[in-house]
């Protein structure tokens, strides 16, 4: 197969899948064995770093006096890696993935060193924003690498190889990093997951210059970048900040910026999204705005659950982490089960029932705000949010691939990451603002030490409740998934 179907066919066929000896070839055959342990080796760094940094953020915010600013931790990263994402798409399908690839994790281990040296949370902050240009770059990159190096009928197990990469991190990192939080201190979590770069670049990228090294035809696309795209990407990244500064700062002075961000992003984000994303318009344009709907509900909701545990239920670090572990499983069997090829036929239906559990998973959270709740009740409801997450995402990335010319992957998969990750922006902003308008700026090392006391338990059930009704419309967005002609 020389090229993807065309954009307006809809899901892939089942048909299509070729006989004979090529057909029995899996990710782990001969050919394929070392590019797919050392691409999954990357996911595997990104897992380590997600998990293992989560769990060590509250503390880190209350040592450095920036609860009020703990949002601003998660969404710098997301905000400096929509920037990344546009320059990864445009450098791949120009120039190959592999240089964007290199850049992406330098970038990524030199955040998290800043990160982790901090002596101030404005300085903590911007090594996240540091890692998220380097995350950014990474996971275009890698999505490049699949839509070239892998037949289309390998990609639904390539990717559900991504979702299982989480499994082990997500168990081992959230106690690994509180047991380091707790006798060590939290600056070693970040300071040593960088080690972990160097077994990935040593396997994946002499895999990645042999297979998808250079453009896929040099005639197809100019040597240069698109300066448009560039500004256009720096305009999201402007836009997002100046939103969730606005955000954070709940003075009548911080609509200015709020207006400022908005004029940004706007116009920004219209031209570098399909167009019809944000009327769903059925095909490729639902499936960017799909994948923006449920990472942005479940990972605004995401993150402040250790912050709940922590605050209002007593727990340490490593229990509170540790409530998060399961869902990398069931992440991952969820990712599988997306893609057995017996349930192509069914994958819309799927996708929905996989954002009604995460709609269920975020209302059932803040259920432990009551004390008579137990706290690991939080825990099986997150196990089955994973698992809807793991039948959307991994689905999400193999219809955009499906849909997307060979020569467009790179800017199709930046587009897919952009609703991806400024749906978080955007989202973890509103949280954030709801979650300090109702005293969660309360919680400070000072303030907790002295009185015991936590945030109101209304700061936290205005963020999560929310996100759940976020998670409802990403169900009926699933119903435009098909073509009219499907």
Known sequence: MTALEPRDTGVAKTADVPSGPESDETVLSRSYRALSVGIVSVVLLIAFEATAVGTAMPVAARELDGVSLYAFAFSGYFTTSLFGMVLAGQWSDRRGPLGALTAGIASFGAGLLLSGTAGAMWLFILGRAVQGLGGGLVIVALYVVVGRAYPERLRPAIMAAFSASWVVPSIVGPLASGAVTEHLGWRWVFVGIPVLVVFPLALALPQIRRRAG??????????????????????????????????????????????????????????LLPRGTYRAARGLPSVVLLRGVAAGSFIAAESFVPLMLVTQRGLSPTLAGFSLAAGGVTWALGSWMQSRPRVEPYRERLMTLGMVLVAASIAAAPSVLIDSVPAWTVAVAW????????????????????????????????????????????LLAAGGAAFAALGGGAVSRAATEASGAGSHPAAFAAVFLPMAGVALVGAWVTTRLRTESR
């Open 214 to 271: 250079g453009p896929v035809d040099d005639t197809a696309r100019p040597a240069s970048f698109d300066r448009r795209r560039i500004r256009l990407a720096l305009g999201v990244s402007l836009g997002a900040g100046l939103l969730q500064y606005a955000a954070q700062d709940l003075r009548w002075l911080s609509l200015l910026p709020g207006v400022a961000g908005a004029a940004f992003l706007v116009p920004a984000v219209l031209g």
């Open 383 to 426: 196990a089955f949010g994973c698992f809807g997450m793991g039948l959307v995402i991994s689905s999400s990335s193999v219809l955009l691939l499906h849909l997307s010319a060979p020569e467009e992957a790179g800017t199709n998969s930046a587009a897919l990451q952009i609703s991806d990750a400024l749906s978080n922006v955007v």
